[in-house]
């Protein structure tokens, strides 16, 4: 619950346009790859594991010189290079990376991919006010539904970003695996647990 907005409730009432639901087990891993293999794809992703504790920065906070954010911790670097080094791996296709203006996502992606683009509408929900928050979930929807490029676009954003659109409980460095139809509409096809794929 966000700003008195039950997000999962958005995503039931036609908001959000969702095939599936429900946790795939671990083994589903290989199928997923297959499908980012063919391209056409949104990677809905949650940035690496961040720094905690007293003095290691306020998750909320937007400061574009990264002193004052929650940054990636060590551990969140490294899972963010093995994820580029599967992606390159399994051969699959990468058209466009976005990310969220936090350093967080930022240097997700950039260690992941080596590149990308800035994307407002990737920006931490949980800061918004409920209006603000709705239009900005309906432009990620947007996003997702209209994508039609033959590789796969990868969006790095943060957990109630993506709670907004799934029902599946996401930690750090996990991606949802997402099939476009059009406008604002696609399909969950499945998630990629870091935890459970190592």
Known sequence: MFAGIDFRILAITGLLSIGTFGTLPANADNAMWAKLAEGGKVVLMRHGSVQTGRGNG??????????????LSDEGRDEAREIGERFRKHNIPVAEVRYSPYCRTTDTARIAFGNGTEADF????EVLGPDAASAQTAKLNEVIGSYNGKGNLVLIT????????????????????????????????GVVRWAESN
């Open 122 to 125: 990737l920006s931490l929900l």
């Open 58 to 71: 306020n998750s909320l906070v937007r400061d574009p010189s990264c002193r004052e954010e929650r940054n």
């Open 158 to 189: 943060h957990e109630p970003n993506i709670n907004a659109v799934s029902f599946e409980m996401m930690k750090t460095s996990d991606f949802l695996v997402l099939q476009p139809r059009g406008s604002n509409n696609f399909e969950e096809l």
